[in-house]
């Protein structure tokens, strides 16, 4: 590949290499500076000495590599916040002490049934100047229009840390937040809030601002609400306000990337501006006008879109591409690539770690490695056939790049994705176009009525069209178990497989049977793997009870009437049977006793009734059975007690006081999570 031939991406490579090494690897602040010191001095010794021996070259570029390789895990240490001392997360001790936090609202996520959720920025905790992000839930009762990007809060009440999930192979949201630099959250509901007399005004604020602005005078316009939604995601990157069953719809129709303002849409916006500009004289001052009008617009355009990973990325990208635009050059994409990697990661590496940021990169590389050649298959004759071969081309370049990433994070792929770029990519064109030149009026409170509703029109035709492709439920495969072995080998035999296809040899067909045979190691070691394991799992299902038995690939259920019709389709059930590439083979009703590995289970249920003379291991308390557990231990001296999720809180409560007296673990799901037997 002609591209890791380039020594920016060489860098670039050891850099994120260093990023994701400090991440999942404990490294202590204090040695890495020393290390930066080392590297940096063994690097301009080696570049001294280049220039006298070609020999020292090769080692110039080792230290050069090592060098950035220092500099990632430095990157990733200098912005990890419970590294700072001023952190506020290094004044909480546990879930119970109530604290005095200042906030001020930084960012709105999607609400949940009962939440308005906001990012905040923490200013004071106990009145000791802090910093820090913070997940603040204000209850929708009690919120009000003062909820507002700037406002300066007091919220009296607990600080929680984010916790593992309590079920297994779940998603883990609270790694998702910590990712972000948000390591904790609170929920102002019946603490004491007090709403600050000041607001930040902030590039957040003005952001937010715009944004609110825009999109009200939209609905006083009589804007149809699901289609100002979808506008509001498509053009200013706010999806928190749709529909479940749209966004439904686009993941389903493989176009839940058009809903993620990226490089798609920057491209358009691009092209737009471009186009405006083409009066201007192609002088150095008509020149100079045009580059600062893309600049400035473009980065104006991130800033409203909240500065989201996509939008930097794509703008970062496009800036460079406008520069040799500016410069009469033709920019090597893949230096573009790799500077926009380096400058975003520099800045955020916590960008390295969104799913969006991951897909968006892997996706535009492979349209411009794997594109031409998919595009030199066949060239049509007549323009219009040849302008819907470049869109299918593209979209297939993309997914293929993007394929392994997507089955890995969702396990689900949408067949007819092809269907859905031919459709949507021409109309999408004309969409943002005309959504841009709407939103821009709106922006200084006029909304031209004829063009409002044309876009209105076209979104919900777009939705339509969108629904059509979705309702064929039959193409999308669901359920795809992936790890991350498959993911780095079917990468692996991919690009091995374009290498080959664009310049064909019996040497690299060699090299492609070899990429395959890792790939079938891979599958075949997890398969295999899988069929040496055996577990019994207690799920945390609030008022029910689940457990399941997994032998090999194969899992037996047990529970109650309330979900064993619809085991099957339980969510919490279904990660865990794809995570672990298994399947139900029965279900069957509970039992009070259960062996397995030499432990024997005991299950008492809400009417309390055991044998004396069985003498468990392990007792599990389902459906709130009344008894004592004091004269139960007279009977019975088990190993530890568990109680899931079905059972009161004050019998678990009480419960847990019993066994810390009689000095027996106690695991309670609702607290501690699933509990596991292997």
């Known amino acids: 590949m002609k591209a890791l031939q380039f020594p920016l991406t060489r860098i670039t490579l050891w850099f994120v290499f260093g990023i994701l090494f400090s991440a999942y690897f404990s490294i202590n602040p204090k040695l890495i500076f020393f290390l930066v010191a080392g590297s940096l001095t063994a690097s301009l010794l080696t570049l001294y000495f280049s220039n006298k021996d070609f020999k020292q070259k090769v080692y110039f570029g080792i230290s050069t590599y090592i060098l950035a390789f220092i500099i990632g895990i430095t990157t990733q240490i200098v912005?990890?916040?419970?590294?700072?001392?001023?952190?506020y997360i290094h004044q909480i001790t546990n879930d119970s002490e109530v604290h005095l936090v200042e906030v001020v609202l930084r960012q709105k996520l999607k609400s949940s049934v009962l939440n308005d959720r906001y990012i905040a920025f923490v200013k004071r905790i106990d009145s000791k100047e802090s910093s820090g992000k913070i997940l603040v839930n204000f209850h929708k009762i009690k919120a009000n229009n003062q909820l507002q990007i700037g406002a300066n809060f007091q919220i009296?009440?607990?600080?929680?840390?984010?916790?593992?999930?309590?079920?297994?192979?779940?998603?883990?949201?609270?790694?998702?937040?910590?990712?972000?630099?948000?390591?904790?959250?609170?929920?102002?509901?019946?603490?004491?809030i007090k709403i600050g007399?000041?607001?930040?005004?902030?590039?957040?604020?003005?952001?937010?601002?715009?944004?609110n602005n825009i999109l009200s005078n939209l609905q006083k316009s009589k804007f149809s609400t699901n289609e100002l939604n979808v506008v509001a995601a498509l053009i200013l990157g706010q999806q928190q306000d749709i529909s479940p069953d749209i966004?439904?719809?686009?993941?389903?129709?493989?176009?839940?990337?058009?809903?993620?303002?990226?490089?798609?849409?920057?491209?358009f916006i691009l092209l737009f501006i471009t186009f405006l500009l083409k009066p201007l004289p192609k002088n150095k001052l008509g020149n100079t006008i045009r580059l600062l009008t893309i600049i400035s617009s473009l980065w104006g355009f991130a800033i409203l879109a909240g500065l989201s990973p996509s939008v930097v990325r794509s703008v970062t990208m496009f800036s460079f591409v406008a520069f040799g635009m500016f410069l009469k050059r033709s920019t090597n994409i893949y230096h573009t690539l790799m500077v926009s990697i380096l400058l975003i990661l520099l800045f955020e590496p916590s960008f390295l770690f969104d799913v969006g940021f991951q897909l968006s990169y892997v996706a535009l590389f492979f349209?411009?490695?794997?594109?031409?050649?998919?595009?030199?298959?066949?060239?049509?004759?007549?323009?219009?056939?040849?302008?819907f071969w470049e869109i299918l081309t593209v979209s297939f370049a993309?997914?293929?790049?993007?394929?392994?990433?997507?089955i890995y994070y969702f396990h689900q792929f949408p067949g007819l994705f092809f269907v859905t770029n031919v459709i949507i990519i021409p109309f999408l064109s004309v969409?943002?176009?005309?959504?841009?030149?709407?939103?821009?009026f709106a922006a200084f409170d006029y909304v031209p009525q004829f063009p409002a509703k044309v876009l209105e029109w076209s979104i919900y035709l777009l939705n339509k069209i969108i629904n059509w492709v979705a309702s064929f439920e039959q193409f999308i495969i669901k359920d795809i178990s992936f790890n991350w072995q498959l993911l780095l080998t079917l990468y692996f035999l991919i690009v091995i497989v374009i290498i080959w296809f664009k310049k064909p040899s019996f040497k690299k067909l060699s090299f492609v049977f070899i990429a395959l045979l890792f790939f079938q190691t891979a599958y075949f070691a997890t398969r295999w793997n899988n069929q040496q394991q055996r577990e019994w799992i207690v799920f945390n299902v609030k008022k029910s009870t689940l457990i399941t038995e997994r032998i090999g690939e194969g899992v037996t259920a047990f529970c109650n009437d309330s979900i064993q019709k619809e085991v099957e389709n339980n969510p919490t059930l279904k990660s865990y049977l794809v995570a672990n590439f298994s399947a139900i083979t029965a279900s069957k009703k509970l039992q009070n006793l259960y062996f397995f590995k030499g432990k024997k289970i005991l299950i008492i249920d809400s009417l309390g009734v055991y044998q004396k003379e069985i003498k468990p291991d392990i007792i599990l308390l389902v459906q709130s059975p009344k008894l004592n557990l004091e004269r139960l231990f007279q009977t019975f001296k088990p190993e530890i007690i568990v109680a899931d999720a079905s059972n009161y809180k004050t019998y678990i409560k009480?419960?847990?006081?019993?066994?810390?007296?009689?000095k027996i673990p106690f695991h309670a799901t609702g607290e501690k999570g699933f509990f596991r037997l292997k």
């Open 156 to 192: 009296k009440g607990a600080v929680f840390k984010h916790k593992s999930p309590i079920n297994p192979d779940q998603f883990d949201y609270g790694k998702y937040l910590t990712n972000k630099s948000v390591l904790s959250q609170m929920y102002a509901d019946s603490y004491e």
């Open 654 to 662: 009480s419960w847990k006081a019993t066994c810390r007296k009689e």
């Open 197 to 211: 007399k000041t607001i930040d005004k902030d590039i957040w604020y003005y952001s937010d601002f715009l944004r």
């Open 367 to 387: 349209i411009f490695w794997l594109q031409p050649l998919l595009a030199s298959l066949w060239v049509p004759k007549n323009k219009v056939a040849n302008y």
């Open 79 to 87: 912005h990890t916040d419970s590294f700072q001392k001023d952190n």
């Open 247 to 267: 966004l439904r719809d686009y993941q389903f129709a493989g176009a839940i990337h058009i809903l993620s303002v990226s490089g798609l849409h920057v491209g």
């Open 398 to 406: 993309a997914q293929i790049g993007a394929f392994p990433l997507s």
């Open 431 to 440: 969409i943002m176009a005309l959504g841009v030149f709407v939103m821009v």
